[in-house]
């Protein structure tokens, strides 16, 4: 899962919210976390890492890295949680149906604000590229995607492949927005019950 489905899975706290997007920043034991950080930040990085697990082991993710190209493989991960991130967007009022995806959005930088003190630098600079330039939104339309899975291809070096990868989503498109709800349905169910 990339920002925006950890940002849905986590519980409706500002501490959940956050420590699920320092899951991607911070790392250490949850004994050694706890020397610096809030329990309930740690809680949420820990939270982060166990989706991460799920869903990287997961039929659905396995099955949809044999789609792409064998130059992309090695960034399935990333393209894959990117890809279920766009379907979480576009079916937004499916799967928040009382909370629009704008009102969400801002539900979200302003919960991170909470935690800012925590923050690494490199997660302050994500958070306040993700919030500028409106990631969420992006991830409405496979061009959209493109966009940030461009920029992200430029921001880290070795990264060069996943540019374009969003011609892979829509080549199968139908595929993809399968495993990706049947993704998303069964990490809901785990997580949010």
Sequence with gaps: MNFLAHFYLADTTAASRAGNFLGDFISGT???????????LVDGIIMHRAIDAYTDTHPCFREGKLLLPTKRRRFSGIILDM????????????????????DFRQEIYTDLQAYWEYFPEQARNVATWMCEDDWFSRYLTPSGLERSLTGLSKRRKGFHPIAHSSENLVQHYPLFESLCQELLSDAITKYKG
């Design 30 to 40: 949850p004994d050694s976390m706890r020397a610096t950080l809030p329990d309930e």
């Design 83 to 102: 890809f279920t991130d766009h379907f979480l967007a576009r079916d937004w009022a499916h799967y928040s149906p009382t909370l629009s995806l704008s």
